[in-house]
């Protein structure tokens, strides 16, 4: 019983940049680690970066350097700044919450996902 709201997607010029925001809801208690997939049509869904709650971050070689995830366990967001993006960076971007160790209350699913936004990179 958690739900995960994106917003900030849009387009951008390469080499501009894009911040994309994740807001948790319902039973927050749930979540553990925070981050952000990606996914272009036919595609995987693949991973960008995520956080503990501790603060510990890592992202996939493609956007080190270039992104940087940030989480607010207060606010219960999550939030990713893309600098010097690239047209590869084109895509919808999702929030991911994983699940913390089973509880019934947080149901049975191993991770919660947003609805995604649109990332469009223009060359």
């Known amino acids: 019983q958690v739900q995960l709201v994106e917003s900030g997607g849009g ?14 809801s319902g ?10 997939y990606r996914q272009m049509p ?6 960008v ?11 996939a ?6 992104f940087t995830i940030s989480r607010d366990n207060n606010k219960k967001t999550v939030s990713l700044q893309m600098n010097s993006v690239k047209p590869e960076d084109t ?9 913390i160790a089973p509880v019934a209350m ?7 996902w947003g609805q995604g936004t649109q990332v469009t990179v223009s060359p």
């Open 91 to 99: 895509a919808v971007y999702y929030c991911n919450a994983e699940r």
């Open 49 to 59: 970066a995520t956080m503990t709650s501790g603060g510990k971050s890592m992202y």
């Open 106 to 112: 947080c149901g049975s699913d191993p991770d919660y």
């Open 61 to 66: 070689e493609s956007v080190k350097g270039r």
């Open 11 to 24: 387009l951008v010029p390469a080499g501009g940049s894009l911040s994309v925001s994740c807001v948790a």
């Open 42 to 47: 036919g595609k995987e869904r693949d991973l």
């Open 27 to 36: 039973r927050t208690e749930c979540i553990s680690v925070m981050g952000w």
